[in-house]
């Protein structure tokens, strides 16, 4: 049985300033009671594509087609905190992107025929840039948090650029996914 790689393309957050600020969200969504599994400080990512289990050969062909994607670097910003699917039934807290969201966009589209044409199917969700920093374990004080993400829903978290996007290899543990790059594609290259 040929080994499969749980997997996504993503453009991970590496600015130093704009991570602390994120974890200040995450501080005060901790503060708020609610329970809560963050993303940890150095998972932190926009998911272009989630892939899911993979098996090798899929693993280099998807390789091919983000190395095709053509990168030209741009500023990403971030703003608002909100939920899916919504503030009454909340399963993932995120924080919005404002400036870049084209860019982004335009990532994922880029990356849409050639992933098509080794056999994914397009997300039946379609994508939303955004960026997870909890996802709910459990209601507890979730009207606390819906209140919380209400009055965050205006919060300036910082920018940075974009200049690479990472095929990334996810590990399912009792403590939360770890991740690690199989692929950086640079602007440029």
Not at 162 to 189: C, D, F
Request: glycine share 10%; charged share 25%; net charge positive.
């Amino acid at each position: 049985m040929p080994e499969k790689v749980r997997s996504f393309i993503s453009v991970d957050v590496t600015e130093r300033n704009l991570v602390e600020r994120l974890v200040g969200v995450q501080q005060a969504l901790t503060r708020a009671g609610v329970d809560l599994k963050m993303v940890e400080p150095e998972n932190l990512h926009l998911t272009l594509r989630f892939l899911g289990e993979i098996d090798i050969q899929t693993l280099d062909a998807v390789s091919e087609v983000v190395k095709s994607i053509g990168l030209t670097p741009f500023n990403v910003s971030f703003r608002g905190v909100g939920a899916f699917p919504n503030l009454r039934r909340i399963n993932t807290v995120w924080v919005g992107v404002v400036e870049g969201e084209e860019n982004l966009r335009g990532l994922s589209v880029k990356l849409e025929p050639g992933l098509r044409r080794i056999g994914f199917q397009p997300d039946p969700k379609g994508f939303s840039p955004h960026l997870t920093v909890a996802r709910v374990k459990t209601g507890k004080n979730r009207d606390r948090l819906a209140s919380l993400i209400e009055e965050l829903s205006e919060y300036e978290a910082g920018s940075m650029t974009v200049n690479s996007v990472r095929l990334k290899r996810s590990v399912l543990t009792p403590k939360g996914p770890t991740y690690s790059t199989i692929l950086e594609v640079g602007a440029g290259g």
